[in-house]
């Protein structure tokens, strides 16, 4: 089966810089990663997704890079505010199961 | 059109117990995926219902069941609890079908349990 492998666990970073969490997928069948944020308290939310056959996607200060090559895909926040402060989670799924990584837990202080 | 929803939010039990959690889809979804959510352990995959069917399961214990309803509903039973069971449990819904974006799941709120 999938397999997701994503790091890091944990990411601090101070207002206004960039952040970057990265993901790994085993199962080549795999054509869709959607990235999911978790506020605490709440559900996971989907914030940014991409599929198999697009190299890069933006939304505002959100961007999602997948290369199908390395099975690797990488979620990047510029300027980061400290509402951006949550667990974030990547995803990769071939069918309509999604495996999840572990979570990244970022801290952006003011 | 109305998110998913989980009932109940809060349950307190205690070990031996057996509990049923229900998932209520947004309309037209006919997958319901199951997901248990512990610190450290992430979200970890139980099992998922198409069309009253379980098509995928995770690697859970028997104790750990589930069924779906004609309209789409899910619920999930958990026999003799243990202390290990305590944890956020999460339900998802999707179109179900192959391939995005019919494979874009929607969260619930969830469902806490606790077990003492």
């Known amino acids: 089966g999938e397999n997701v492998e994503q790091h890091p666990s944990t990411l601090s970073v101070q207002e206004g810089d960039s952040a970057v969490i990265k993901c790994t997928y085993s199962?080549?069948?795999?054509?869709?990663f959607p990235w999911y944020k978790q506020e605490l308290g709440k559900r996971p939310q989907l914030i940014i997704d991409?599929?198999?056959?697009?190299g890069e996607k933006k939304d505002q200060r959100i961007a999602v890079t997948l290369n199908k090559t390395a099975k690797h895909f990488s979620l990047h926040i510029t300027e980061t505010q400290p509402e951006d402060s949550a667990v974030y989670f990547c995803?990769?799924?071939?069918?309509?199961?999604?495996?999840f990584g572990k979570g990244t837990m970022l801290l952006v202080s003011p | 059109k109305a998110g998913v929803t989980q009932t109940p939010r809060y349950l307190i039990k205690t070990r031996g117990q057996q509990v049923t959690l229900s998932c209520s889809p947004i309309?037209?979804?006919?997958?319901v995926s199951w997901y248990q959510q512990t610190p450290g352990q992430g979200l970890q995959f139980l099992f998922e219902?198409?069309?009253?069917?379980?098509?995928n399961k995770g690697n859970f214990p028997g104790r750990f069941s589930g069924r779906q309803f004609s309209n789409s509903r899910s619920e999930m039973n958990v026999s003799t609890l243990e202390l290990g069971d305590s944890a956020l449990y999460l339900c998802?819904?999707?179109?179900?079908?192959?391939?995005?974006?019919?494979?874009?799941?929607?969260f619930g709120p969830g469902t806490r349990l606790t077990v003492l």
């Open positions: 998802a819904s999707s179109l179900g079908l192959a391939g995005p974006p019919y494979n874009e799941q929607f």
């Open positions: 199962d080549s069948a795999s054509n869709y």
């Open positions: 991409i599929r198999s056959n697009v």
């Open positions: 995803a990769a799924t071939g069918y309509s199961t999604l495996t």
């Open positions: 309309s037209g979804h006919r997958s």
């Open positions: 219902y198409f069309s009253e069917t379980q098509r």
